[in-house]
């Protein structure tokens, strides 16, 4: 797995997990919830904040032809236009919400989609770009984003391998050297069944990338359970409460949920440590807790050992009881009182 870095953040291997907390629409078109929603991801625990650069005219068109009518799920019935006009984070704010980022020490980028946002964020100087599931497939787009020579996180949402490949090699072709693979499963909220962790290390050794998991399931096991099999960087999105509404609500974490979800990623980084065998630090004292050899009656000089004078007991402070075959039948060497561990200078 390669390194990428996103302002002072080296995400990789051996680094902490980078957790991005996705805004999208969840402002709900007020510049002081987006604001507050930088505060509380920095206050949860996130790495980073990110934002969605597009307009509804940038990304779609306005139009009533069945064709821009979603069907099922979350936004069944909507209008593309109309969704887009209701999620979209207007342009005017952007640069200010970076500088308020920037002053409180937390990283803010974003997904443009289309070339124009691209040219948008450039002037915002931001760190790093993501590209969304749906914009996989759009090889320009991407091929345009590599120039600018930053970091550059797509989801894989719906892809094939060969999807996947494309868009890696044009990345790559077009001269970014920093690319990182988020495992997602494009479906809103997304069933846990259907999210298949184990394509997260498959991702890090198929491309040799940083890989991770944008997650839009309800809860914070997925994301926790991610960091076993490798995900380094963790996308959740992020509202303030789920009860003001707004077309992310029902798959977004609140700020005490993501903190959850950041302390049990830290613990579960911690937990999953190296390979070890024997005993660790904390378990030095519990050694005494063993089973081991001991007199469990008196003993006599030059009495036999028997499975009713010697036993195997805990604590742990005499032979291991593997030897007691050996010491079984032999004669006591000296006088042993009850509750002696038995020892090697003890058998005759």
Same mark, same amino acid.
């Given at each position: ?47 980073a904040v990110k934002l969605q650069t597009y307009t509804p005219d940038t990304i779609t068109i306005d139009s009533d032809k069945q064709y821009f009518r979603i ?27 970076k500088k308020i980022a920037d002053e409180l020490g937390i990283i803010l980028f974003s997904t443009p989609f289309d070339k124009t946002a691209v040219d948008f ?107 076993? =099999?490798?995900? *380094?960087? &963790?996308? @959740? ?5 789920? !009860? $003001? ?73 005499? =032979?291991?009881? *593997?030897? &007691?075959? @050996? ?5 006591? !060497? $000296? ?14």
């Amino acid at each position: 797995m390669r390194e990428i870095r996103i302002g002072n953040s080296v995400i990789g291997k051996d680094s902490p997990v980078f957790l991005i907390a996705e805004m999208s629409a969840n402002h709900n078109q007020s510049f002081e919830d987006a604001v507050a929603i930088i505060r509380a991801a920095k206050e949860a625990g996130a790495d980073a904040v990110k934002l969605q650069t597009y307009t509804p005219d940038t990304i779609t068109i306005d139009s009533d032809k069945q064709y821009f009518r979603i069907k099922g799920g979350l936004w069944d019935g909507e209008n593309l236009y109309n969704l887009y006009k209701k999620a979209y984070t207007p342009w005017e704010w952007q640069p200010k919400l970076k500088k308020i980022a920037d002053e409180l020490g937390i990283i803010l980028f974003s997904t443009p989609f289309d070339k124009t946002a691209v040219d948008f964020l450039e002037e915002m100087n931001v760190p790093a770009y993501k590209v969304a599931s749906f914009e996989l497939v759009d090889l320009p787009l991407i091929e345009y984003i590599a120039t600018k020579g930053k970091p550059v996180i797509m989801s894989v949402g719906m892809a094939t391998l060969g999807e996947i490949e494309e868009a890696v090699n044009a990345a790559r072709n077009a001269g970014a050297e920093q690319i990182a693979l988020l495992k997602c499963t494009s479906a809103y909220p997304a069933p846990p069944q259907e999210i298949n962790l184990k394509t997260i290390p498959h991702l890090a050794r198929a491309f040799d990338v940083v890989a991770g998991l944008s997650d839009h399931t309800t809860g914070i096991a997925v994301p926790v359970a991610s960091v076993s =099999l490798g995900a *380094k960087i &963790i996308e @959740k999105h992020f509202t303030l409460s789920r !009860a $003001r509404g707004g077309p992310d609500a029902a798959f977004s974490l609140e700020p005490a949920e993501f903190k959850a979800m950041a302390e049990a990623i830290r613990t579960a980084e911690k937990a999953i440590g190296k390979v070890h065998y024997g005993l660790t630090a904390a378990e030095e004292q519990g050694r005494s807790f063993r089973r081991s050899l001991f007199a469990v009656k008196d003993i006599k000089r030059g009495e036999i050992f028997t499975e009713d004078n010697v036993r195997s007991i805990r604590p742990g402070q005499g =032979l291991p009881p *593997k030897y &007691i075959k @050996k010491i079984l039948g032999k004669k006591a !060497a $000296r006088d042993i009182e009850k509750g002696t561990p038995i020892d090697w200078d003890m058998v005759g």
